[in-house]
Nanobody, 129 residues
């Protein structure tokens, strides 16, 4: 059973940085793609970034390109989201989600966020102006 736990959220001033972590367990040797998503109150969930470890590929939403970087530490089964130059509009609950490849990559590319099989509980990111 795959489980995901996010951490690293908090309160930061505009222009600051945070690094989110998504610790995964239960992969049992399977190849998974992991995406970061966010949802602000009253708004729909949106994809932020995605990494496919097996395909060694990454993707970013236009709104975060050049500011956010996704990476993975396979030895620790952890995916990170480094967020720099944060803006108030980045304020949201951030979730990581996983699915086996090639399904994860397919869900990301098609925007079918709800198709990801496993989700963490989320971590709050608040950016003040």
């Amino acid at each position: 059973e795959v489980q995901l736990v996010e951490s690293g959220g908090g309160l930061v001033q505009a222009g600051g940085s945070l690094r989110l972590s998504c610790a995964a367990s239960g992969f049992a040797g399977d190849d998974y793609g992991i995406g970061w998503f966010r949802q602000a109150p009253g708004k729909e969930r949106e994809g932020v970034s995605f990494i496919s470890r097996s395909l060694r590929d990454t993707y970013y939403a236009d709104s975060v390109k050049g500011r956010f970087t996704i990476s993975s530490d396979n030895a620790k089964n952890t995916v990170y989201l480094q967020m720099n130059s944060l803006k108030p509009e980045d304020t949201a609950v951030y979730y990581c989600a996983a699915d086996k490849e090639p399904y994860g990559s397919s869900w990301w590319v098609t925007g079918a966020w709800s198709e990801f099989e496993y989700w963490g509980q989320g971590t709050q990111v608040t950016v003040s102006s």
